[in-house]
Structure formats: structure tokens, C-alpha cells
């Protein structure tokens, strides 16, 4: 169990264009979620999914953002067109039967 | 729509001297309830889950507890290496987590 691991750690991008990141969740964890955090705040849940199934996405989440996670496996966030506000921690966390989640270590995105 | 409000926002304690955190929430339907440590620039780091009013958890200087309406968790003879952010979350009808700001804590040794 190497635990949830995100990539890339930081990105720095300049406003207008478009980013990916990538989540591996532990492994045999049917549940992944995406939150966003900003400093000084608790994580904000952005969508969730069950297998490869989106089942939830937050009314935070705008048109620009994309997520997937094509065979159940890992999964990637897009952000479209990327304003200053998007500059954030964007966390990722999967979960099994329970519902306790275990994060990665995020990826810290700034846009100038 | 779930709600959580930690206090205090800030709090410094010398080495050894105990304390506790205040977590006060609105859930429709608990699932769970979550306390988290973050450092600085990383992820949350889960501590302990609780299901149910009564319940208590401990580990090593840490105990948390929970009633219907709040989760306290208790720091026995902190070290400064118990310095950091707690975060508490909730899990209600829907499966995400709503988390408060947090409390960050500081150990003066």
C-alpha cells in the first residue's frame, strides 16, 4: 500500500491556459474524490466518483473543469482556460468500504 | 446542507501543557465524523473516525470525542511536533466530506 500519490506536485501556469493533473488512488479503492483548497480553509469537495462512474460533482464546479477517471483506476482533473481564482491545492482522496478517505499530497496550482 | 465550525481558529500551548479542540457540526444523517492533521504544503493525514454519540478514540497524545452535536479532540502533554492544523469533516447523506477551517495549533518547546 504505497498510499494516494498526485502529479504533478506543483504547476505554475499562466492565466488562459488549460492544465491536467493526475490522481493514483491506493490501490483496490473503488471510491476517488477531488477537493479544492485554499489557505486558511478546510478542503472543498469538487466531484466524486464510484469506479469510473461520476456520481457527484459540486455546484462549485464550474464549466471549465473536467474530471475522469476512464477504467476505475487512476483519474485526471482538467481545468479549461484557467483564471487567478483557480489558484489552489487540489487535493485528491479515494476510500473503500468505509468511509474514511486518505488524501495524497496534493498539487499546489498557481496561476499568474 | 452539512456545517462545520472549529474553534479556536488559533491556538499556542506550551510543551506539556493540554488542551482541547472544538469541533461543532449540522449533518443530515451522520456517516462519520473525521479529524485530520495537515502540515504545512501537504495533504491530510487521517487520525480517527467516529460513528456514533459516546463513541472515543485515542492515539499516542491525541483523544477524540463525539456527542450529537460537537467532536472534541484532546491533546495530553503536546510536543512541538504535535504542531500543526487539525481539520474536522463530516460525512452525512452524501458521501463527500465537509470540512471546517480548521485550528492550527502551535507547541512552544
Known amino acids: 500500500d504505497t498510499g494516494v500519490s498526485q502529479d504533478p506536485r506543483h504547476k505554475i501556469t499562466k492565466r488562459g491556459q488549460n492544465v491536467t493533473f493526475r490522481c493514483d488512488p491506493i490501490?483496490?479503492?473503488?471510491?476517488l474524490y477531488w477537493y479544492r483548497q485554499t489557505l486558511g480553509q478546510g478542503p472543498e469537495f469538487l466531484t466524486y466518483?464510484?469506479?469510473?462512474?461520476?456520481?457527484?460533482k459540486s455546484r462549485l464546479l464550474s464549466d471549465r473543469f473536467s474530471a475522469e477517471r476512464p477504467k476505475g483506476s487512476f483519474s485526471t482533473l482538467e481545468i479549461q482556460r484557467t483564471e487567478q481564482g483557480d489558484s489552489a491545492m487540489y487535493l485528491c482522496?479515494?476510500?473503500?468500504?468505509?468511509?474514511?478517505?486518505?488524501f495524497g499530497p496534493g498539487t499546489r496550482l498557481t496561476v499568474l | 446542507e452539512d456545517q462545520v465550525t472549529q474553534s479556536p481558529e488559533a491556538l499556542r500551548l506550551q510543551e506539556g501543557e493540554s488542551s482541547s479542540l472544538n469541533c461543532s457540526y449540522t449533518?443530515?444523517?451522520?456517516?462519520?465524523l473525521f479529524w485530520y492533521r495537515q502540515d504545512p504544503g501537504k495533504g491530510p493525514e487521517f487520525l480517527f473516525t467516529?460513528?456514533?454519540a459516546g463513541e472515543e478514540k485515542e492515539k499516542e497524545r491525541l483523544k477524540a470525542t463525539l456527542t450529537k452535536k460537537e467532536s472534541f479532540l484532546h491533546i495530553t502533554a503536546p510536543k512541538p511536533e504535535d504542531s500543526a492544523t487539525y481539520l474536522c469533516?463530516?460525512?452525512?447523506?452524501?458521501?463527500?466530506?465537509?470540512f471546517g477551517s480548521g485550528t492550527q495549533l502551535t507547541v512552544l518547546p
Open positions: 482522496a479515494s476510500s473503500s468500504v468505509g468511509d474514511t478517505q486518505y
Open positions: 490501490s483496490e479503492h473503488n471510491r
Open positions: 466518483f464510484q469506479n469510473e462512474a461520476q456520481l457527484e
Open positions: 449533518v443530515s444523517g451522520l456517516r462519520g
Open positions: 467516529l460513528y456514533s
Open positions: 469533516a463530516v460525512s452525512g447523506s452524501a458521501r463527500q466530506l465537509t
